[in-house]
């Protein structure tokens, strides 16, 4: 259980488009927008988990097109946030939008967020530590991966939100928004790869 409570951690605290975004839903709009958009986030990221687990997801995506329609979408809307992230200047701005992610944006970004997938997939399939019962581990899983999911989401909205505040050079700006940006294609080369 500890080595899975290890996995968990570093899974979810490297950057990827749940993190980054709700870091830039701090920065652009501030806690209560943040907070709102985490709800749903968090709600999603569940939802991907009951897919993963009950196999829908894998059901769904062996149908070739829409796997590969998924994929587009998903890898479309992550170049896209990292490109917008990239040339947002010198301000630590994530997400220019006239009004603020909300809750729903939170469950859309993560029914079409790959990671959320290879993570769940990898953490519910893996791992094996209560061999009398996987009803008993899946449930354990459940609560150690939300424990561990909601102070990491909260720190990074956090983060985003301090940026805000800071009001930093726009030299480390930019760097900032170069690190994101990067980290986003990431995210992008590690979906790919794994869809080949």
């Known amino acids: 259980m500890l080595t899975f ?12 488009p749940g993190v980054l975004s709700t870091a830039g839903v701090g920065s652009g709009f501030g806690y209560r927008a943040g907070v709102s958009f985490l709800a749903g986030l968090f709600v999603g990221s569940n939802l991907v988990a ?4 009950s196999g829908l997801a894998a059901l769904l995506l062996s149908v ?3 796997r590969t329609g998924l994929l587009i979408g998903s890898v479309a809307y992550l170049v896209y946030l990292a490109w917008r992230i990239a040339f947002s200047g010198s301000q630590i701005t994530f997400i220019h939008k006239a009004s603020a ?3 729903i ?3 859309t970004l993560q029914a079409i967020n790959p990671k959320a997938y290879l993570v769940n997939t990898a953490l519910f399939t893996g791992f094996a530590f209560w ?6 581990e899946t449930l354990i899983k459940f609560a150690i991966i939300n424990l561990i999911w909601v102070p990491i989401h909260v720190l990074w909205l956090w983060f985003g939100v301090t940026l805000r505040r800071l009001q930093l ?5 930019a760097a900032i928004n170069a690190f994101m940006a990067l980290s986003m294609l990431i995210v992008v080369a590690l979906a790919l790869w794994a869809q080949r």
């Open 64 to 66: 070739p097109w829409l």
């Open 169 to 173: 050079p726009g030299r480390v700006q």
């Open 131 to 136: 061999p009398q019962s996987l009803l008993t």
């Open 5 to 16: 409570t290890i996995a968990v951690f570093f899974l979810l605290i490297t950057p990827g």
């Open 105 to 107: 944006n939170g469950v």
């Open 50 to 53: 009951l897919l993963v687990i």
């Open 101 to 103: 992610p909300g809750f």
